[in-house]
């Protein structure tokens, strides 16, 4: 298209856009504007990204393998995903999972299935990311230009996408998009606010640290689900109190820690701005547990994908799915190949040394 064609045509182009963004409200944000800042994105790259603090782990994404998964500009990318094509399912992101001991219009068990509902989806998704790698590499083990190539962007509503490195990723994303909305969407990392009473407009909160057992996704078994864990009730009317089917129930609207701004970098967090965030260091809690419960999705993905198609094999499908060149730097034997280079600079270096002190002796 002729760049004054694309001039004319871009205001309706954003105007579309603005009309067909989801609405803005269930979960850490994937967009820039109606008070979403990008959340998902950010905690996704402080997580994962070699750009970030990420870069000092082992196995960080490189630029464009991270700008598929985290998303970036007006692309959704992986993570994102589910605001776009998931927005009415609560499986998706872990809400409606809502109780309040004493006198509750429902029951602990009713809240418990629907969050098992959303780790089962979990679970489902992450399987799906272990079997789409098996396409990354060959019979001999080799990785497959063709499927790790990003010359063409990947598309995140994975269904229409050929290439196994994003198809592995697609789903892969929408793990790391439930994981993070548990943190934002339920009481596990929070606290109540201090100067209200009690209830379902405030709730009490678990003030837990670090990683959730109950998003485990390599076992099978039933998550464990404390009895005072609440997530939030959500309708397109998110507001408190609840109205029409959350009435009397907690709502999204009071519970969740969805905006703020997040260091994309290191994951610090700043001027939090919904009224459960904006509780103590709610927010900062959340993302808190949302960037360390994303590294270890990503670690049990590349365990099971070891465990499932061995060591080498699982190690090169890792390989591929986070760097940006794989053809090149996830080459069969190359690991091998480092070895043996090592341990002969290792025995050069001691015969060196043994001539060295032969002659100073
Ligand atoms: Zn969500």
Redesign the pocket.
Known sequence: MPARRVLVLLPALVATWLATAPAPA???GTINGGGQSREHERITRAALACAGDAGARSACFEPRSADYLAGHDHAFGAVGA??SDEMADPA??CDGADFVADDYPRTREAATRVLRDCVTRMRTRFREAVDRAAALLDDEGGVIAGEVDLGTECSAQERAEKRAKCASLGAFGRVL?GVQ?FYSHSNWSDEADPSRPVGEQNPPGLNRRGVSPVLDLRTRTEPAVPEDLTTGCYVLQDRVPGVGPCQSRVAHAALNKDRGLIDPATGKTADPTTPRGAVGDNFANAVAGAVADSRRQWRDLRQELTARYGRDRGARMACALSHDDPATDCRAGRTGRIAVIALVAGVALVAGAMVVRRRTD
Do not use: I
């Open positions: 269930a979960a850490f589910p605001d998706a992101h998009h909305d």
